[in-house]
């Protein structure tokens, strides 16, 4: 027999999420369609809903449903698996019937009684449906609940806009939840994702409400019903019943003034009055070393992928290492959170190693799944194919083809690739638009104009989608042709400022990984090696403007590779890719043999293709190559064949660099008068208007790379000021370039400038700047920002380690890094080695700076060199050996016009005659040293000549 419940009197009926639960008629309806149930499971429903949110004990329910027969308690496991069965799982996959571990049943979800008599018609129900909020289910969405419900007191219909997974819904129920005192509780919730027609929609929306049936149009009922009432309506998921659900909604808003809606929808409703929130993924943490997992695990989508592998009962202890793959999942799954929770699941069981290492490959990213959800979010591909099923047959043809972009594109990217014969420009340009309504392509409008991107889950859906159709090749095919022609098109626009540069690096930087992509693709199995090689060749700009030099390198090497031996190397392809190659070699490696060989391959086949602009570049990249490797009698000539051709050309720009190239070789042969002249001339010609086209030619920019190196000159000429005030300038100009290279190669030459000064806190500085430019496969200058560090520590006295430092700065074995012995590091070798009390290895080491200064006639420090050499010898009880080599210095040092060596080699042979007694000599020899000083008397190699000059005045 049925059992009576105490409330069941007064209490006509019971809605519960979609279910109409009738207990005079004893029967279960949802959404209008009568649901099969047997008398003992209603019996079982009526027990738990009457006690809805208690724990109902095994005894109590067997006793209430089954009160005169003696039964097992299999019994009422089987009708309760029947009825979970038929009811399915409410929101976020929660069972509307739960099992407590040891005590009984509990019906978890929010109902609504309808009490017997009551007047319906002129009262609305008062007891929101809101299903229960879950503890840890929404993180980072605080400021955007309070931004909706602030914005639901002036606005009635509210769309909340996002992919699908993004948490739509998890958003508006809390916005719900937190409306529920500005609505007096009338808050009601539906879940429109069970629903397939507006009469569907306009029962169940009648049912939630507490509107009985009544006679007439049902939705005019529904409307005269809301007409004169106050209440938020949450309409959730209506992107499959858009067209329905906007006309519901823009009647409710006409004809029930105080009704406001709040739907999500992954598309909008486009009704009048609509007003559109559209909803962001969760910030994630930005792709940036050395972030500690304190600092990782403080944004939201880290934080909640954290929260849900807590929930699995699993306790990660995450170092900086494990927080850093934490940050590589969430910014792989684009802080979508549906995604994140999917993979906290997959954490939980294998690990952030494991998910991270696969996700980067893109597997398993659509089969992240749960059991516990509805079925459109049980897996990311599910979320996906709910979307797709509603596209038009161009919308998906259009999805599936831009998939090919990796990052962003433009509409014109869009329309080159993916309208294809038989669709219009005007159709895929409608289809494009209508992805970016339907939230599966996002868009975002800066200074360059509109462009689009599809999240990494979307694009991993709609590149299966791709290679299902049969288009992948023709498609990949359209997007190599495409790249290659916007690289050249980048490579031939005019530059003619700082700012124009730097927005054109930005522009056209977003596009490498579309051309990795399509790299990729050319050079596969199923590729066009034609086309890659022409894409190599296209892109090389690109790489070295934005110091991808390793990259470039090993790009360079495939194209090569393909070519093979049976191809002659006598085409602008070839020339371009060994001039590309021998740059890369160079840059990456120092004094490497293979950057020679090819540079001088590519110098013949411009030479004999008639390539007057190549044979410039390639010629500055010999001269480059020679001065790392000391050939300096090679390096001028090679400098005056470039002034040679750039007379000829009349280029303003390629004259200033020879005379900058041929500056800097007479800079290193000795001939410091004639490297300033070269110099100042060069920077007499700089012209801004031209200057940033030339970066991808020279590799450099060649403005601020002559200002360091006449502040170099101007220090050794003994002017420290103004070769500090130089210095300064160049680095302050080469930091506001967005080139690494160019950084590097000015903050490598600044450096030692600053030591020779012996101004030690701006040595410091430009040391620092130089570890954090350098980038990866820039080994070359990692290996000097090592040695400048080492002769850093050995000027302020940490011996040890400075000599550590610049011993690790030589011959890089294990990174195959060459870097020459630069004598001014094996000077500064010698003299900690000296300190350190070993007089023979210091004697060895610069002995063997002199020999390779003489041998290579790279001078310009050979005087510090024997100056050092003595002192050494002094200090071994040599005085004899010392004075000879003291006098060979200043000899050298004032043939060479270099007063910084010349004050430094004149104080120390003061200080050795003053010791034997040579007064008067020892300040006549100081004097006219110091004498020939204009400036700089507060730097420490003058004070120490005054402070000397004092004492021999005394004596």
């Not at 999500?264 to 969760?282: C, D, I, K, M, N």
């Not at 990311?380 to 509603?390: E, F, I, P, V, Y």
């Not at 296209?538 to 360079?556: D, H, K, N, Q, T």
């Not at 540079?599 to 010629?619: C, F, M, P, T, W």
Request: charged share 25%.
């Amino acid at each position: 027999m049925a059992i009576e419940q105490p409330e069941s009197r007064s209490v006509a009926r019971v809605l519960f999420g979609p279910f109409e639960l009738n207990l005079s008629e004893r029967s279960l309806k949802k959404a209008d369609e009568a649901i099969p149930l047997g008398a003992r499971a209603f019996d079982i429903l009526v027990t738990l809903i009457d006690r809805a949110g208690e724990t109902v004990g095994k005894d109590e329910l067997i006793a209430k449903v089954w009160p005169d027969v003696n039964v097992e308690e299999g019994s009422l496991r089987v009708h309760l698996s029947a009825l979970r069965k038929v009811l399915g799982t409410g929101q976020f996959g929660r069972k509307y019937i739960i099992n407590v571990q040891g005590r009984g049943y509990s019906f978890v979800e929010p109902v609504t009684r309808e009490q017997a008599g009551a007047d319906t018609t002129n009262a609305l129900v008062r007891s929101s449906n809101l299903p229960a909020p879950l503890d840890g289910m929404m993180i980072g969405r605080d400021d955007v609940v309070l931004q909706i419900r602030s914005r639901l007191g002036a606005e009635r219909l509210i769309t909340i806009l996002g992919a699908g997974g993004i948490g739509k819904t998890t958003v508006a129920l809390a916005v719900g939840q937190a409306a529920l005192i500005d609505f007096a509780g009338a808050v009601f919730f539906l879940d429109l994702s069970v629903l397939r027609s507006k009469d569907q929609v306009i029962a169940a929306m009648a049912s939630t409400i507490g509107l009985v049936a009544q006679p007439g149009d049902p939705e005019d009922a529904l409307l005269e019903f809301l007409h004169s009432r106050r209440a938020l309506l949450l309409l959730d998921s209506c992107e499959h019943l858009i067209e329905e659900i906007a006309k519901i909604a823009d009647r409710i808003c006409q004809h029930a003034p105080d009704i406001h809606v709040l739907a999500t929808s992954r598309e909008a409703l486009q009704t009048v009055g609509e007003q559109v929130f559209r909803l962001q993924p969760l910030d994630c943490p930005p792709e940036q070393p050395d972030q500690t997992a304190d600092e990782i695990l403080s944004y939201p989508a880290t934080r909640l992928f954290m929260e849900r592998v807590g929930a699995r009962g699993v306790d990660l202890a995450l170092g900086s290492g494990g927080a850093a793959f934490v940050a590589e999942i969430c910014r792989r799954l684009d802080g979508i959170p549906l995604a994140i929770e999917l993979a906290a699941g997959r954490a939980a069981i294998f690990g952030v190693r494991d998910i991270a290492a696969k996700l980067a490959l893109r597997l398993d990213l659509l089969k992240l799944g749960r059991r516990a959800a509805s079925p459109r979010h049980q897996t990311l591909r599910a979320t996906l194919d709910w979307s797709h099923d509603l596209l038009s047959e161009i919308e998906r043809a259009i999805l599936r083809r831009v998939a090919i972009f990796v990052g962003r594109f433009t509409l014109e990217a869009a329309l080159a690739v993916a309208q294809q014969d038989g669709t219009s420009q005007p159709d895929a340009t409608d289809a494009l638009g209508n992805l970016v309504e339907k939230s599966l392509i996002g868009a975002r409008i800066d200074s360059w104009g509109a462009s689009y991107r599809l999240l990494d889950t979307t694009r991993a859906y709609a590149l299966e989608k791709l290679v299902a159709s049969g288009e992948h090749r023709s498609i990949a095919t359209r997007h190599a042709n495409y790249s290659i022609q916007m690289l050249k098109v980048s490579s031939a626009t005019p530059i003619a400022s700082e700012s124009a540069s730097t927005e054109h690096l930005a522009r056209y930087a977003q596009e490498i990984d579309n051309v990795r992509s399509a790299l990729d693709w050319a050079f596969s199995p199923t590729g066009n090696t034609e086309l890659g090689i022409e894409l190599v060749v296209a892109a090389i700009p690109l790489w070295m403007r934005l110091s991808l030099v390793a990259e470039c390198g090993s790009r360079v090497k495939q194209a090569l590779g393909v070519l093979g031996p049976e191809r002659a190397v006598d085409g602008p392809l070839e020339m371009k890719l060994y001039g590309a190659l021998g740059f890369a070699a160079m840059l990456t490696k120092g004094a490497a043999p293979e950057a020679a060989t090819c540079l001088r391959k590519a110098l013949a086949i411009a030479e004999a293709v008639g390539d007057d602009d190549y044979q410039l570049r390639v010629l500055w990249g010999l001269w480059s190559d020679r001065n790392i490797n000391a050939e300096f009698r090679e390096s001028l000539s090679l400098a005056e064949r470039f002034r040679s051709l750039a007379s000829r050309s009349g280029d303003p720009v390629d004259i200033a660099i020879g005379e900058r190239m041929t500056g800097f070789v007479r800079h290193y042969i000795g001939d410091h008068a004639a490297a300033r002249r070269h110099i100042e001339r060069m920077l007499a010609l700089q012209d801004d208007a031209l200057r940033y086209d030339n970066i991808a030619r020279f590799q450099f920019d060649p403005w601020v790379t002559a200002r360091v190196t006449l502040a170099r000159v101007l220090c050794i000429q003994g002017l420290p000021e103004q070769a500090m005030e130089m210095l300064e300038r160049g680095v302050a100009e080469a930091l506001t370039i967005d080139h690494a290279t160019t950084q590097c190669n000015v903050l490598a030459k600044a450096c030692p400038v600053a030591l020779f000064a012996r101004d030690l806190a701006a040595a410091e500085r430009f040391i620092l700047l130089l570890e954090r430019a350098v980038m990866q496969g820039l080994s070359f200058w990692q290996a000097e920002g090592r040695g400048y560090r080492g002769v850093f520590h050995l000027m302020r006295g940490e011996t040890e380690e400075g000599v550590r430092l610049v011993r690790s700065a030589f011959g890089n074995v294990e990174t195959k890094v060459v870097t020459p012995p630069y004598p001014h590091f094996l000077g500064a070798l010698a003299e900690g080695q000296s300190s350190l009390g070993e007089i023979t290895e210091a004697l060895h080491t610069v002995d063997q700076a002199i020999a390779y200064c003489e041998f290579h006639e790279e001078v310009w420090y050979l005087p510090e060199l024997l100056r050092i050499k003595g002192e050494i010898s002094r200090g071994a009880g040599s005085d004899e050996i010392a004075q000879d080599l003291f006098l060979r210095s200043l000899d050298l040092a004032r043939n060479h016009g270099a007063l910084l060596w010349e004050l430094r080699a004149a104080t120390n042979l003061a200080r050795l005659w003053q010791g034997g007694g040579r007064v008067v000599e020892a300040r006549e020899l100081l004097l006219r040293a110091y004498g020939q000083f204009r400036e700089g008397f507060a730097t420490p190699d003058l004070l120490e000549a005054k402070a000397l000059l004092s004492a021999l005045a005394v004596e």
